[in-house]
């Protein structure tokens, strides 16, 4: 009997399937306020950092930049150089950290 009902959900599936990809081709990107959104947002960059600083066994990574990132003056690309300078680490992690962005940060999508 499971065989015999099989055909119905897939059949629905399918159908849902097909309404999504419609729905998704009417969809409209914004690009400009993405960017925008992003540039505004450096905190998203808050896990890679953590990530390397625990690498390099810095210390309290975690408490780091949970006191960085938990401020109401919001987290700019500028917040993020002061906080990179601040850190005793070797010149070439801190290039490393620099390279980050919002823009190219995907975190675990990329897995």
Wanted: glycine fraction near 4%.
């Amino acid at each position: 009997t499971v065989l015999r009902n099989i055909g119905v959900p897939l059949s629905h599936m399918l159908i849902a399937f097909k309404s999504l990809e419609k729905g998704m081709s009417k969809l409209i990107l914004n690009e400009d306020a993405i960017h925008a959104d992003l540039d505004r947002n450096w905190a998203v960059t808050a896990e890679a950092i953590q990530t390397i600083l625990r690498r390099e066994k810095v210390t309290g990574a975690y408490e780091l930049l949970k006191d960085l990132t938990r401020t109401n003056d919001g987290i700019n690309e500028a917040s993020i150089k002061v906080f990179v300078e601040k850190l005793d680490l070797p010149e070439s992690v801190k290039e490393e950290i620099r390279t980050i962005t919002p823009f190219n940060y995907l975190g675990y999508a990329a897995e």
